[in-house]
T-cell receptor
Framework: KNEVEQSPQNLTAQEGEFITINCSYSVGISALHWLQQHPGGGIVSLFMLSSGKKKHGRLIATINIQEKHSSLHITASHPRDSAVYICAGGGPGGGADGLTFGKGTHLIIQP | NAGVTQTPKFQVLKTGQSMTLQCAQDMNHEYMSWYRQDPGMGLRLIHYSVGAGITDQGEVPNGYNVSRSTTEDFPLRLLSAAPSQTSVYFC??????????????FGAGTRLSVL
């Protein structure tokens, strides 16, 4: 059974701080997804990666395949970054047969 | 494009009632999935489909049925609602992107309460 573990569960930081959220995953997961869930409940995909590093604006996602570990970084954090960030793993099918989700990290950025 | 559309947004049922949660996507995606989200737990896969006419069970399929008669629609049926099915339900669709990873698109969710 695929497993995904996220940490921390909750994170409160001040505006401008550098944020790191970590994700560990089990053998059998070949691709990682980082998702954002807004307070209203909607879920959007931020990154998909199976190797290396991806960057979009102030968000950076990295993955270490050997250590089965991924991180999501937010630079120059802002209150609008407050959301739940979710790590999810897909199997060899690329996620066609569904994803395995972590429990999420509830991030609050205070002004 | 509307993306992934879920209806209804909210529903209250009595124990034993049946209902269907609707999910439709207009992106011609091959793959669709249903998840439930409960407090303190990650989203869990209920059922998924890799194409019209093909469905399979996920992690928590008991009490739910699905069918995929068209590419666009993937309804989730609760046969006899139970309080344990109180949850927020998300439908997702995906397609294979470069690199072999599926890009996931989620509906806005259906908040279901079973009394």
């Amino acid at each position: 059974k695929n497993e995904v573990e996220q940490s921390p569960q909750n994170l409160t930081a001040q505006e401008g701080e550098f944020i790191t959220i970590n994700c560990s995953y089990s053998v059998g997961i070949s691709a990682l997804h980082w998702l954002q869930q807004h307070p209203g409940g909607g879920i959007v995909s931020l990154f998909m990666l199976s190797s290396g590093k991806k960057k979009h604006g102030r968000l950076i996602a990295t993955i270490n395949i050997q250590e089965k570990h991924s991180s999501l970084h937010i630079t120059a954090s802002h209150p609008r970054d407050s959301a739940v960030y979710i790590c999810a793993g897909g199997g060899p099918g690329g996620g066609a047969d569904g994803l395995t989700f972590g429990k999420g990290t509830h991030l609050i950025i205070q002004p | 494009n509307a993306g992934v559309t879920q209806t209804p947004k909210f529903q209250v049922l009595k124990t034993g009632q049946s209902m269907t949660l609707q999910c439709a996507q207009d992106m011609n995606h091959e793959y669709m999935s249903w998840y439930r989200q409960d407090p303190g737990m990650g989203l869990r896969l209920i059922h998924y489909s890799v194409g019209a006419g093909i469905t399979d069970q996920g992690e928590v399929p008991n009490g739910y049925n699905v069918s995929r008669s068209t590419t666009e629609d993937f309804p989730l049926r609760l046969l006899s609602a139970a309080p344990s099915q109180t949850s927020v339900y998300f439908c997702a669709s995906s397609t294979r992107a470069l690199g072999g990873i599926n890009i996931q698109y989620f509906g806005a969710g259906t908040r279901l309460s079973v009394l």
